[in-house]
């Protein structure tokens, strides 16, 4: 299957985006979420650097470009709707730009942790 047939499998929203989840490819550590367009999605596909699109500054941006925190490409994988995207990487420093190695380390939100077998 070609890049052009991947890529047409992907239900893009109406802003022409699709949401990536960027996971560690070895320890499965969710890192961060940011947006794609075709053409992102294209260049990662291609590359083997993820790159995304910038909604606040409307322009692409390949992870680690100013900061030298890369992404690898490791896998890539389209969900069962078609409209999210899972890529697995190797990171090479911190993935938020905050400057921490996850963008999920921030607000506890405390859930009522559910136990299976009370239902």
Not at 54 to 64: A, N
Not at 80 to 93: S, T
Not at 106 to 117: C, G, S, Y
Request: contains cysteine; charged residues 30%.
């Amino acid at each position: 299957m070609s890049v052009d047939e991947r890529i047409a499998r992907v239900t893009f929203g109406e802003d022409g985006l699709v949401a990536a989840i960027v996971q560690q490819w070895d320890t499965r550590e969710v890192l961060m979420m940011a947006w794609m367009d075709a053409e992102a999605l294209r260049r990662t596909l291609t590359e083997g650097r993820v790159t995304y699109w910038s909604r606040s500054r409307q322009e692409y941006w390949r992870k680690g470009d100013t900061s030298g925190h890369a992404q690898y490409v490791r896998g890539a994988r389209l969900d069962c709707d078609g409209d999210a995207i899972l890529l697995e990487v190797d990171q090479i420093g911190a993935a938020c730009h905050t400057g921490t190695r996850t963008c999920f380390d921030a607000d506890d939100l405390a859930p009522v942790v559910a136990d299976e077998a009370s239902g």
